[in-house]
């Protein structure tokens, strides 16, 4: 099984797209926008979590 390296922290995962979403993380980009608010996050699962309080 292949793992995956980090070159920032050096964290290993046994998934690419884990590796791309943790150098996402360390760059400080956010690829998720709220389209209802100015919020972003890191990651679509955050996003979507987040999204739960604009229907309440």
Known sequence: EK???CNTCGK???QKDII???????MREKPSDCD???KS???KDCLIKHKHIHTR
């Open 3 to 5: 793992l995956y390296q």
């Open 12 to 14: 290993s995962f046994s």
């Open 20 to 26: 791309i979403k943790l150098k996402l993380i360390h």
């Open 36 to 38: 209802v608010c100015d």
């Open 41 to 43: 996050f890191s990651t």
